[in-house]
């Protein structure tokens, strides 16, 4: 008996109430998109410049393999799972394989939860997180980073919602926001929210949820005003059910830009032949045609780099 995807699983599960049945292709950034197509890996060649800056002697968390944790398993275009259940797509996992390919390992990808990327980073459990994981002041005091797209996020709310416009801090006062617990954008909502507080406007409330089906039922139901979020999953879901509508778009390092990045442990020598992996895949095409084929081409970098500023900073 054939196992359903969970990917389909969770959607259908988050869609019960709409009757809409899932589309075989989505169109996203105006790049159409095929789950079916994607499930073909895109692989790189060695890099010889970025091998030969392998730290001699480097113990890799399993031998020979670049061992990478992605979290977020059902947040397409970034993660989901293909039909066995248990190989993870996206194009996270695309450039884990690129990067992977370009170092001369092979690529051993954990599925974790967000939570746990950090500690497993920092204890050497994971050679990388490539989680959509943005460049912060904070994080780069215990991490190195090796940039490879552009951060930017969504507000997203019910297509029928009166809500026309959030894109600066009076436009969350009062309002529930779904949004992920330590990342870069709820940073964002707190700052926002004690500069409104400070201005006597009514808080906004925090809702997070550990699913995408708890977040769509949330904020289709009425118990959430608005969701923020990386602004790909938004388009995505937008464009499969017509169900929520993006009302706004704040870069991920507000006020100022910030990137996603490679996350590696700080010192241990992998940031540069990472860094030199990615810039050789740039160069090469591989690069685009992952992002392309998610969708995610509007968030292409021109270069990568190590530790640029980020959110803080």
């Given at each position: 008996?054939?196992?359903?995807?969970?990917?389909?699983?969770?959607?259908?599960?988050?869609?019960?109430?709409s009757?809409?049945?899932?589309?075989e292709?989505?169109?996203?950034?105006?790049?159409?998109?095929?789950?079916?197509?994607?499930?073909?890996?895109?692989?790189?060649?060695?890099?010889?410049?970025a091998?030969?800056?392998?730290?001699?002697?480097?113990?890799?968390?399993?031998?020979?393999?670049?061992?990478?944790?992605?979290?977020?398993?059902?947040?397409?275009?970034?993660?989901?799972?293909?039909?066995?259940?248990?190989?993870?797509l996206?194009?996270?996992?695309?450039?884990?394989?690129?990067?992977?390919?370009?170092?001369?390992?092979?690529?051993?990808?954990?599925?974790?939860?967000?939570?746990?990327?950090p500690?497993?980073?920092?204890?050497?459990?994971?050679?990388?997180?490539?989680?959509?994981?943005?460049?912060?002041?904070?994080?780069?005091?215990?991490?190195?980073?090796?940039?490879?797209?552009?951060?930017?996020?969504?507000?997203?709310?019910?297509?029928?919602?009166?809500?026309?416009?959030?894109?600066?801090?009076?436009?969350?006062?009062?309002?529930?926001?779904?949004?992920?617990?330590?990342?870069?954008?709820?940073?964002?909502?707190?700052?926002?929210?004690?500069?409104?507080?400070?201005?006597?406007?009514?808080?906004?409330?925090?809702?997070?949820?550990?699913?995408?089906?708890?977040?769509?039922?949330?904020?289709?139901?009425?118990?959430?005003?608005?969701y923020?979020?990386?602004n790909?999953?938004?388009?995505?879901?937008?464009?499969?059910?017509?169900k929520?509508?993006?009302?706004?778009?704040?870069?991920?390092?507000?006020?100022?830009?910030?990137?996603?990045?490679?996350?590696?442990?700080?010192?241990?020598?992998?940031?540069?032949?990472?860094?030199?992996?990615?810039?050789?895949?740039?160069?090469?095409?591989?690069?685009?045609?992952?992002?392309?084929?998610?969708?995610?081409?509007?968030?292409?970098?021109?270069?990568?780099?190590?530790?640029?500023?980020?959110?803080g900073?």
């Amino acid at each position: 008996m054939k196992k359903t995807p969970l990917f389909t699983v969770a959607l259908l599960s988050s869609l019960l109430f709409s009757g809409i049945s899932l589309a075989e292709e989505v169109k996203v950034n105006g790049q159409g998109i095929s789950v079916e197509a994607n499930k073909t890996p895109i692989n790189a060649p060695k890099n010889p410049d970025a091998i030969a800056k392998l730290p001699a002697g480097h113990r890799f968390a399993v031998p020979g393999k670049f061992t990478v944790a992605i979290a977020g398993l059902n947040n397409p275009p970034l993660t989901l799972f293909s039909d066995d259940n248990k190989t993870v797509l996206g194009s996270e996992a695309d450039i884990a394989r690129l990067v992977a390919d370009s170092l001369g390992l092979q690529l051993n990808i954990v599925s974790t939860s967000w939570e746990d990327w950090p500690l497993g980073v920092a204890s050497g459990k994971y050679d990388a997180a490539i989680s959509n994981v943005t460049v912060t002041r904070e994080r780069k005091e215990k991490f190195d980073f090796a940039t490879y797209r552009k951060d930017s996020l969504g507000f997203y709310v019910k297509s029928t919602s009166n809500i026309q416009s959030i894109d600066k801090a009076a436009d969350i006062a009062g309002l529930r926001i779904i949004v992920g617990s330590g990342t870069n954008q709820e940073a964002i909502l707190l700052a926002w929210d004690k500069e409104n507080q400070a201005k006597g406007l009514k808080p906004f409330t925090p809702i997070y949820t550990k699913d995408d089906a708890a977040q769509t039922l949330a904020l289709q139901s009425g118990r959430a005003d608005a969701y923020f979020g990386p602004n790909v999953i938004g388009a995505w879901k937008a464009a499969l059910t017509g169900k929520t509508k993006l009302v706004g778009s704040v870069d991920g390092g507000w006020p100022k830009a910030a990137h996603i990045a490679v996350t590696l442990k700080k010192g241990n020598g992998l940031v540069e032949p990472v860094n030199i992996a990615l810039n050789g895949l740039i160069k090469s095409g591989e690069y685009d045609k992952v992002l392309n084929r998610w969708g995610e081409g509007v968030e292409r970098l021109d270069r990568s780099e190590i530790n640029p500023p980020g959110l803080g900073d």
